[in-house]
């Protein structure tokens, strides 16, 4: 079998978008060459810390500059702050994008946090992060300081970075009392208030107390999933917000009535506060041209003894954009050098046995069974969407899952009965299975309503996936439900054979799929490993990311492995079946494929940010985190769409693509998020 000459263009293309954009993302991540970017990694007081340093060329032991510490928020990594390391580097800080403990390639010291509880693993990594690149940084010659050997230092964060700053800035001035030496000059969090913090002792007042004299900053988003919020307003967080005319808001302005938003206002200790509070959501000021103009701003006015060491570059003039636009470019390169590239490798021999010939298209049904097939398929598009927030947030035994585990009983009890009645009448091996499969997804199904998975944070270490990871379990299930029953009752009538559903049972096809995803895999991710090295660039947009990991994950990678291969197994199935028929070629079967997948997610998606713009409060007000996770599953579960339509259509079974989705995603996932007790 012979590699095309489409899939021979396809290849030099994706190289040649990934090459393009990483050189460019390098260029804008540099300043436009004004900038030294390095990964460097240092020891701190609580395990290994890791981040991006940005270096001004004309900073150096003989000329230091003031110097600013930027980071992410839970489950994110150094690049999430590429816009505020990128626009404050350009203007001469010295700055570090740090990966936070258990974050990126940073790592905790897990012999002494052996807590597996989940505040134990939650708590220790933002409670320390930031204090610790602090006193790494003001070690180093290049980091100004002034007469009295006070650092010359900002700590900015966002979300959980921005309790780290907090935190940070507290412990500082209390190691100032015994030192004489404050190490931070000032601070601006992002998306974060005192919520957190409050648990280990510095709430809003006695962060106040502690702010000893630094100009210090908020960015209050007014769509802030998460804080920020009226304690008189109850019923969900989703909601507009007003934070500077909360309790919170005014202590940290210090004054006794609701203050204004984008002011400066002086404090008794000899400081300057100042809340910004941009139309935007909480993932929202990582991607914000305002947002990043604030801190530019705030650094601007709060380093203004310092401006020699600076250059006057407006705060609205920034480049990031441009940087995030080359990754994205480099992104759709990477997705195509997947697709090329398996399409190349089942070419070779031993790896050509995971074609088994191609599957015929089936026609579309016709009379009644066309619209019992279009409501079949809406509802298989809807349901993961309607049992987003039951499975995500209120979780196993909820009365909201109980809807599932009564379903499942249903389903069950009718694969049982269609077994007993197929045995005893037709006996036809194919409705035999069918049936056995209706009742077994079924049965599964009510269990997993009822029992509640991977709680286990000493195993299950990937901490922030486990709701993910339910949710995905929960669909595969729904889907495994509905196909078998539709088969069982309609298809199997039809004359169709799992063949037709690509579930090809031939040893050699499925070995040589699930070699064939992992050398495409590893080959992809050698070619991202490479750009990072030579140019400091990964391929994202925005919260959705292939990036470089340690290769300590890999136990996490195989305990997530299983779950994620059967949805991905199971998706494909759904996918095969439902786009192989005339009518759906070419693109109008893609977007049938990327609906089924990714089309509940976009709906709940719409449906949640539509509502809150427009009256103020979510569709469903009590899904913070979740909402936020979905945002990038929506990509993901596309992607996965688009590679299982080619494969299946490639190699006329569903191995390969389910395969291939299950380990590229489930590492990409990984690599995202934090894991903890590597």
Request: aromatic share 12%; with cysteine; proline share 3%.
């Amino acid at each position: 079998m012979k590699i095309t000459k489409s899939n021979k263009i396809m290849l030099c293309a994706a190289l040649v978008l990934i090459l393009l954009g990483s050189i460019l993302a390098g260029v804008f991540n540099s300043g436009n060459g004004s900038v030294k970017v390095s990964r460097i990694s240092f020891d701190g007081e609580n395990g290994q810390l890791s981040g991006l340093l940005y270096m001004p060329k004309d900073a150096s032991a003989d000329n230091p500059k003031p110097t600013i510490i930027v980071t992410h928020g839970y489950l994110n990594s150094a690049e999430m702050q590429d816009a505020n390391a990128i626009e404050l580097s350009r203007r001469g800080f010295v700055v570090l994008a740090l990966d936070q403990y258990d974050h990126g390639h940073s790592k905790l010291n897990h012999d002494v946090y052996t807590d597996t509880s989940f505040f134990g693993v939650w708590l220790p990594f933002w409670a320390n992060s930031m204090n610790d690149a602090v006193q790494y940084m003001y070690e180093q010659p290049y980091v100004l300081k002034d007469e009295e050997g006070n650092g010359i230092i900002g700590v900015t964060g966002h979300s959980m970075g921005g309790f780290s700053s907090t935190m940070a800035m507290a412990m500082d001035e209390q190691q100032a009392e015994l030192t004489g030496v404050r190490k931070i000059y000032a601070g601006l969090t992002e998306g974060s208030d005192f919520q957190y913090t409050s648990i280990i002792g510095i709430d809003a007042a006695t962060a106040d107390a502690l702010g000893g004299g630094r100009i210090m900053g908020k960015v209050a988003a007014q769509y802030d999933e998460f804080f920020f919020n009226d304690p008189t307003v109850e019923g969900g967080t989703v909601r507009h917000k007003d934070y500077v005319s909360t309790p919170d808001g005014m202590t940290f302005l210090q004054v006794t009535e609701p203050a204004k938003a984008n002011t400066w206002y002086d404090t008794s200790d000899g400081g300057r506060r100042i809340i910004y509070q941009p139309a935007e959501t909480h993932p929202w000021n990582h991607f914000s041209k305002n947002t990043t103009a604030y801190a530019i701003s705030f650094y601007q006015q709060a380093f203004a003894d310092y401006n020699y060491y600076l250059k006057d570059i407006a705060p609205e003039s920034q480049i990031w954009q441009w940087k995030e636009f080359s990754e994205c470019v480099a992104l759709v390169g990477f997705i195509l050098l997947i697709i090329s590239l398996s399409a190349t490798v089942l070419t070779l021999p031993f790896f050509n046995k995971a074609n088994t010939g191609e599957l015929p298209v089936l026609d579309f049904p016709k009379g009644a069974a066309r619209w019992i097939t279009i409501v079949v398929l809406i509802i298989a598009i809807l349901l993961p969407g309607l049992f987003f927030s039951p499975l995500m947030d209120d979780g196993a035994n909820s009365a909201s899952v109980n809807i599932l585990f009564y379903a499942g009983i249903v389903v069950a009890l009718c694969g049982v009965v269609m077994l007993v009645l197929n045995l005893t009448k037709k006996k036809d091996l194919k409705v035999t299975v069918g049936t056995i499969i209706m009742a077994a997804a079924g049965a599964l199904l009510a269990l997993v309503a009822k029992t509640p998975m991977y709680q286990d944070n000493g195993f299950w270490t990937a901490i922030g996936m486990n709701s993910i990871t339910y949710w995905t379990i929960g669909c595969t299930l729904i889907s495994l439900c509905i196909t078998s029953t539709v088969y069982v009752f309609l298809k199997s009538k039809e004359g169709l054979s799992f063949k037709n559903y690509g579930v090809v049972f031939k040893p050699m096809a499925i070995i040589g799929g699930l070699c064939t995803a992992l050398v495409t895999v590893i080959l992809s991710y050698a070619v991202l490993f490479l750009m990072d090295a030579l140019f400091k660039a990964d391929f994202r947009i925005w919260t959705f990311a292939f990036k470089t990991f340690d290769f300590n994950i890999f136990p996490a990678i195989l305990r997530y492995l299983p779950t994620f291969l059967a949805f991905y197994l199971v998706s494909t199935i759904g996918i095969t079946i439902n786009t192989n028929t005339t009518g759906l070629k070419g693109v109008w079967g893609y977007l049938l494929a990327i609906c089924l997948n990714a089309g509940g997610a976009i709906i709940w998606l719409v449906r949640q940010y539509t509502t809150l713009f427009s009256t103020g409060v979510a569709a469903h007000p009590g899904s913070a985190l979740s909402g936020i996770m979905l945002v990038a599953m929506v990509p993901t579960l596309s992607i996965a769409a688009v590679i299982s339509r080619y494969l299946y259509k490639k190699t006329g079974n569903v191995w390969t693509a389910a395969f291939l989705n299950g380990i590229l995603m489930t590492v990409m996932a990984i690599a995202n998020t934090m894991v903890v007790f590597k």
